[in-house]
Nanobody, 120 residues
Framework: VQLQASGGGLVQAGGSLRLSCAVS??????MGWFRQALGKEREFVAA????????EYADVVLGRFTISRDSVKNVIYLQMNTLKPEDTAVYYC????????????????WGQGTLVTVSS
């Protein structure tokens, strides 16, 4: 399984960005996003089941971020609205063949990160 994330960049506070993660290989994976800010531990952001159901969000992004997937294109997205400076981090996409819950705890596959910088 290979994961390719893209879409990061520099945006002002209050702005929006959309991250994408293309997955190759099998497609029946729970998928999700994590992030790691400088000097901090990696944290869970959002996840979605292989069939596009059961989206889960971290409390800090609930209502601002939306995860979705296009099963035909084998791509997942993270629409990030009302961005805040504290959202600045490297964002990683991840996949797990077991479940959304297991992905949050110990995801099996990881993509490279994409940097999101939110200026104040």
């Amino acid at each position: 399984v290979q994961l390719q994330a893209s879409g990061g960049g520099l945006v002002q506070a209050g702005g929006s960005l959309r991250l994408s993660c293309a997955v190759s290989g099998r497609t029946r994976y729970a998928m999700g996003w994590f992030r790691q800010a400088l000097g901090k531990e990696r944290e869970f952001v959002a996840a979605i089941a292989y069939n596009g159901q059961r989206p889960e969000y971290a409390d800090v992004v609930l209502g601002r971020f939306t995860i979705s997937r296009d099963s035909v294109k084998n791509v997942i997205y993270l629409q990030m609205n009302t961005l805040k400076p504290e959202d600045t981090a490297v964002y990683y996409c991840a996949a797990d063949s077991r479940s959304v819950i297991r992905l949050q705890k110990d995801a099996e596959y990881w993509g490279q990160g994409t940097l999101v910088t939110v200026s104040s």
